[in-house]
Structures are given as C-alpha cells and as structure tokens.
C-alpha cells in the first residue's frame, strides 16, 4: 500500500491510495483493474458514466500501444443482433474476457474499458490476471462535482453508433456495489484526463519493475 503513495503529490485531493467506503456522496465512483505482467499488461478503466473513464481509457491505449477493449463497443455490437438490448445479459463481459485472455497470452496490452458495477465482475478480471500470470492494480475514476458531473452526462454525444447514453436519473441510480479492495482513486473534477493516464502509466511502470 505505502510504495503507492507516492502518486498522492500530484493532487493531494484528486489523487490518494485508499480503500473504498460505502460509496461517494457526490458523483458516483467509476474503477480500473490494471494487471501487469512482465510481457503483457491488463488495463481495466472501470468507471460509471461520464467520469473521464473512455478519455483516460484511449490516452493510456496510445501510450502503451494498447489493444483497446471497450464493453460499450461489444455490447453494442451484440445489441444489433438482438431485438431487445436487454437480451444481452453479461455477454458484453463474457466477450471482453475471453479477447484481453487471448490478447494477453500473446504478450499484449490490453486497456478493458468498463463499469464493472458489480463485485463479481471485478473478482473475474481478477481472475483473469492470475491466470495469466498478470499483477492487477484497480483504479476508481470518480467526478466529486455534482454539478461538473451532471453536465457532462447531459452534454455528451454518443460516439458508438446506435448506442444510447443514460441520463442523469439513470446514472444515479445504476446499480453499484462499493469495492471493499484498496486502490487509486483518481477525481477528474480536478485531474485531467492527460495527467491522469499519466499517473497510471507511472504505476503500470512501477509494477513492472518490481516483479
């Protein structure tokens, strides 16, 4: 936990290692699993809506030269298939886990750019790392401005053809267990998302030296 905390300085309120309490009472929190293995590294930019997860997500892609796995994209892909989106169940997941698997084993990097809501998801990324002989490192993306939150929720436009955005109401009340494992927080109400893929490079970096 302590070698971490030297990241802390750039921001000493955007940026800490700590671990997750029962939720955040301004603008929800949104996670990355980031496992590092000596030849190839797992990237997960796991936040909810519009808290700068798909920016900092395709920063850290150019900078590492990353395979990009965003669920979005997937689900959407498999959602124009289906009649109804709400057949798609966890396929979006089951499809990334299987592609950053075998991008892995090739010695890839793989930036997975999801919600992760839920505990078990996030227990299977980690799964996932082990197996491939991956260190995982979690980052939580939150937006601590409420009002900042919101206007990016209703600004932005989607950029997945035939993918539709939530709304406020609907960001607030998507489901969203609280993780009980420490990790990098990261607020992009006072973060940009340059120096926040920065901060994460560094850490990728620094757990790649040390195995």
Do not use: M
């Not at 930019?45 to 892609?61: F, S, V, Y």
């Not at 886990?97 to 505990?119: I, K, Q, R």
């Not at 197996?131 to 919101?150: D, L, Y």
């Not at 960001?171 to 990790?183: F, G, K, L, M």
């Amino acid at each position: 936990l302590h070698r971490h905390r030297i990241f802390a300085h750039v921001q000493t309120q955007a940026l800490a290692f700590k671990p997750h309490a029962a939720g955040h009472a301004a603008g929800r929190p949104a996670n990355a699993s980031v496992p590092v293995r000596s030849s190839s590294t797992l990237n997960g930019i796991e936040p909810l809506p519009a808290t700068g997860k798909t920016t900092i997500a395709k920063l850290l892609c150019r900078k590492l030269h990353a395979t990009y796995l965003r669920i979005d994209t997937i689900e959407q892909a498999i959602a124009s298939s289906f009649r109804n989106s709400s057949d798609l169940g966890a396929l979006g997941y089951e499809v990334a886990y299987e592609l950053a698997s075998a991008n892995l084993a090739l010695g890839n990097t793989v930036v997975a750019d999801a919600v992760n809501p839920l505990t078990v998801i996030r227990e299977t990324w980690r799964e996932l790392a082990r197996n491939a002989a991956s260190e995982i490192v979690e980052i939580e993306i939150v937006c601590s401005n409420r009002i900042e939150h919101r206007r990016r929720v209703e600004s932005r436009e989607a950029d997945i053809t035939g993918h539709v955005l939530p709304d406020w109401d609907e960001v607030q009340h998507r489901e969203y267990e609280a993780w009980a494992s420490d990790c990098l927080v990261i607020d992009s109400a006072h973060v940009s998302a340059e120096d926040a893929s920065e901060v994460v490079l560094d850490l990728i970096q620094f757990h790649s030296k040390g195995r």
